[in-house]
């Protein structure tokens, strides 16, 4: 492999991995696993945290 088809692949490599549909379902991925993490918590200052907020702008009815 010579060193402008080196250079080449490089930039091919960056241009799939920084377009915008994977930009967007990276985001949205990481999104999700936060939401996930911080809705399913068991450490009681963040779950009291997310379960007030559920409350409070969804108008879910406490349990």
């Given at each position: 492999m010579t060193s402008s088809s080196h250079i080449s692949l490089l930039q091919k490599t960056a241009g799939i991995t920084l377009s915008k549909p994977v930009q967007v379902t990276l985001y949205m991925l990481l999104s999700s696993l936060v939401i996930w993490t911080v809705l399913f918590s068991t450490y009681p200052a963040v779950h009291?945290?997310?379960?007030?907020?559920?409350h409070h702008t969804l108008g879910v009815a406490c349990h």
């Open positions: 009291d945290t997310a379960h007030s907020a559920r």
